[in-house]
Nanobody, 124 residues
Framework: QVQLVESGGGLVQPGGSLRLSCAASGFTLDYYAIGWFRQAPGKEREGVSCISRGDGSTYYADSVKGRFTISRDNAANTVYLQMNSLKPEDTAVYYC?????????????????WGQGTQVTVSS
Protein backbone atom coordinates (compact mmCIF):
# COMPACT_ATOMS: atom_id res chain seq x y z
CA GLN A 1 0.00 0.00 0.00
CA VAL A 2 1.51 3.29 -1.12
CA GLN A 3 1.62 6.04 1.47
CA LEU A 4 3.15 9.52 1.41
CA VAL A 5 3.27 11.40 4.70
CA GLU A 6 4.43 15.01 4.74
CA SER A 7 5.74 16.93 7.70
CA GLY A 8 7.68 20.11 8.44
CA GLY A 9 5.24 22.83 7.53
CA GLY A 10 4.54 25.82 9.74
CA LEU A 11 4.62 29.58 10.13
CA VAL A 12 7.80 31.40 9.18
CA GLN A 13 8.76 35.03 8.64
CA PRO A 14 9.74 36.30 5.18
CA GLY A 15 13.34 35.43 4.46
CA GLY A 16 13.19 32.39 6.72
CA SER A 17 13.62 28.69 5.98
CA LEU A 18 11.71 25.46 6.37
CA ARG A 19 12.44 21.87 5.46
CA LEU A 20 9.59 19.65 4.37
CA SER A 21 9.82 15.87 4.58
CA CYS A 22 7.85 13.22 2.75
CA ALA A 23 8.12 9.73 4.21
CA ALA A 24 7.24 7.14 1.61
CA SER A 25 6.12 3.55 2.17
CA GLY A 26 4.83 0.72 0.04
CA PHE A 27 7.32 1.27 -2.77
CA THR A 28 11.01 1.93 -3.39
CA LEU A 29 11.55 5.64 -3.74
CA ASP A 30 14.35 5.70 -6.30
CA TYR A 31 12.40 3.62 -8.81
CA TYR A 32 9.87 6.39 -9.48
CA ALA A 33 9.48 10.10 -10.06
CA ILE A 34 8.58 12.00 -6.93
CA GLY A 35 8.04 15.67 -6.28
CA TRP A 36 6.34 18.53 -4.50
CA PHE A 37 3.32 20.55 -5.50
CA ARG A 38 1.62 23.44 -3.78
CA GLN A 39 -1.80 25.02 -3.77
CA ALA A 40 -2.53 28.51 -2.54
CA PRO A 41 -6.09 29.64 -1.69
CA GLY A 42 -8.07 30.28 -4.84
CA LYS A 43 -5.31 29.00 -7.12
CA GLU A 44 -4.65 25.79 -9.00
CA ARG A 45 -2.25 23.21 -7.69
CA GLU A 46 1.16 23.69 -9.26
CA GLY A 47 4.38 21.73 -9.51
CA VAL A 48 7.23 23.10 -7.42
CA SER A 49 10.05 20.59 -7.78
CA CYS A 50 10.67 16.96 -8.62
CA ILE A 51 13.28 14.23 -8.85
CA SER A 52 13.12 12.15 -11.99
CA ARG A 53 12.92 8.40 -12.21
CA GLY A 54 16.18 6.83 -13.28
CA ASP A 55 19.06 9.28 -13.07
CA GLY A 56 17.49 11.36 -10.32
CA SER A 57 17.66 14.66 -12.18
CA THR A 58 16.06 17.55 -10.36
CA TYR A 59 13.64 20.13 -11.70
CA TYR A 60 12.32 23.38 -10.27
CA ALA A 61 9.59 25.83 -11.09
CA ASP A 62 11.00 29.21 -12.09
CA SER A 63 9.42 30.81 -9.05
CA VAL A 64 11.54 28.74 -6.64
CA LYS A 65 14.82 28.25 -8.53
CA GLY A 66 17.80 29.20 -6.42
CA ARG A 67 15.75 29.16 -3.21
CA PHE A 68 14.40 25.61 -2.91
CA THR A 69 16.34 22.35 -3.03
CA ILE A 70 14.84 18.88 -3.42
CA SER A 71 16.71 15.82 -2.22
CA ARG A 72 16.13 12.14 -1.64
CA ASP A 73 17.38 9.75 1.04
CA ASN A 74 16.98 6.29 -0.44
CA ALA A 75 17.90 4.50 2.77
CA ALA A 76 15.19 6.35 4.66
CA ASN A 77 12.79 6.28 1.70
CA THR A 78 12.22 9.97 2.27
CA VAL A 79 12.26 13.03 0.03
CA TYR A 80 12.91 16.53 1.32
CA LEU A 81 12.26 20.07 0.18
CA GLN A 82 14.59 22.65 1.69
CA MET A 83 13.01 26.06 1.32
CA ASN A 84 15.14 29.15 1.88
CA SER A 85 14.50 32.86 1.44
CA LEU A 86 10.80 32.26 1.78
CA LYS A 87 8.38 34.87 0.49
CA PRO A 88 4.73 35.53 1.35
CA GLU A 89 3.79 34.23 -2.09
CA ASP A 90 5.18 30.82 -1.10
CA THR A 91 2.27 30.46 1.32
CA ALA A 92 0.32 27.34 0.34
CA VAL A 93 -0.46 23.77 1.22
CA TYR A 94 2.45 21.67 0.01
CA TYR A 95 1.85 18.15 -1.27
CA CYS A 96 4.18 15.28 -1.92
CA UNK A 97 3.35 13.48 -5.17
CA UNK A 98 4.34 10.21 -6.80
CA UNK A 99 4.17 9.09 -10.41
CA UNK A 100 4.40 5.40 -11.24
CA UNK A 101 4.36 5.90 -14.99
CA UNK A 102 6.27 9.06 -15.99
CA UNK A 103 9.92 10.06 -15.83
CA UNK A 104 9.16 13.36 -14.10
CA UNK A 105 6.20 14.54 -12.06
CA UNK A 106 5.55 18.24 -12.46
CA UNK A 107 1.95 18.22 -13.66
CA UNK A 108 -1.08 17.10 -11.69
CA UNK A 109 -2.09 14.80 -14.55
CA UNK A 110 1.08 12.77 -13.98
CA UNK A 111 0.38 12.06 -10.32
CA UNK A 112 -0.76 8.64 -9.16
CA UNK A 113 -0.54 9.25 -5.42
CA TRP A 114 -0.77 12.34 -3.23
CA GLY A 115 0.21 12.97 0.34
CA GLN A 116 -2.22 14.67 2.71
CA GLY A 117 -0.47 18.04 2.50
CA THR A 118 1.26 20.33 4.96
CA GLN A 119 0.56 24.03 5.44
CA VAL A 120 3.34 26.56 4.90
CA THR A 121 2.58 30.14 5.89
CA VAL A 122 5.08 32.93 5.27
CA SER A 123 4.08 36.04 7.16
CA SER A 124 5.47 38.67 9.48
Amino acid sequence: QVQLVESGGGLVQPGGSLRLSCAASGFTLDYYAIGWFRQAPGKEREGVSCISRGDGSTYYADSVKGRFTISRDNAANTVYLQMNSLKPEDTAVYYCALSLHTIVVNRTTQVDYWGQGTQVTVSS
